[in-house]
């Protein structure tokens, strides 16, 4: 089934379905981890072991261009890999790091023309700290309170 959904997919936006573009493709849906291309590389060789780093990439890059796949530039030291399903933001927290999605739709959506201007991707990156890392700060408080 998830096979078909990503070969329809490809077929709309235009690029041939190949077998290592499939696999990315379903990767990237089933993982809301953001993966680096060698998050992606690894995970997708454990299936097809005979595919290299470099037509990962070059996969990747496709995927992008057509719009399938969203890059995300949200840290410097790594660019991550989305899934472009439905349009959310990014926020990334300062503390653990971890990059979550939210339900935060861009003032701007693609699709829509702007001044004659068609956006074709909108990207919002939040930063700040996360849920899990401000109840850790808070108890830290809270302890310190306590002794002090
Ligand atoms: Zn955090
Ligand atoms: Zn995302």
Same mark, same amino acid.
């Given at each position: 089934? =998830?096979?078909?959904?990503?070969?329809?997919?490809?077929?709309? /936006?235009? #690029?041939?379905?190949?077998?290592?573009?499939?696999?990315?493709?379903?990767?990237?849906?089933?993982t809301r981890k953001h993966p680096?291309?060698?998050?992606? $590389?690894?995970?997708?060789?454990?299936?097809?072991?005979? /595919?290299?780093?470099?037509?990962?990439?070059?996969?990747?890059?496709?995927?992008?261009?057509?719009?399938?796949?969203?890059?995300?530039?949200?840290?410097?030291?790594?660019?991550?890999?989305?899934? $472009?399903? =439905?349009?959310?933001?990014? $926020?990334?927290?300062? #503390?653990? !790091?971890?990059?979550?999605?939210?339900?935060?739709?861009? @003032?701007?959506?693609?699709?829509? #023309?702007?001044? @004659?201007?068609?956006?074709?991707?909108?990207?919002?990156? /939040?930063?700040?700290?996360?849920?899990?890392?401000?109840? #850790?700060?808070?108890?830290?408080? =809270?302890?310190?309170?306590? !002794?002090?």
């Open positions: 089934m =998830k096979n078909e959904d990503s070969t329809q997919r490809l077929r709309q /936006l235009g #690029i041939t379905p190949t077998v290592q573009r499939v696999m990315i493709m379903d990767y990237l849906r089933d680096t291309v060698d998050d992606v $590389f690894h995970a997708v060789s454990e299936k097809h072991t005979s /595919l290299s780093r470099a037509t990962v990439y070059n996969s990747l890059r496709v995927l992008v261009d057509a719009g399938a796949v969203c890059q995300l530039t949200i840290e410097k030291q790594a660019v991550r890999y989305d899934l $472009f399903d =439905k349009p959310h933001a990014h $926020f990334l927290c300062r #503390i653990c !790091h971890r990059l979550y999605d939210v339900d935060v739709t861009p @003032g701007t959506s693609p699709g829509r #023309i702007v001044e @004659g201007h068609r956006v074709e991707s909108a990207t919002t990156y /939040l930063y700040g700290v996360c849920s899990t890392c401000r109840e #850790i700060t808070d108890e830290q408080r =809270k302890t310190e309170g306590d !002794h002090a």
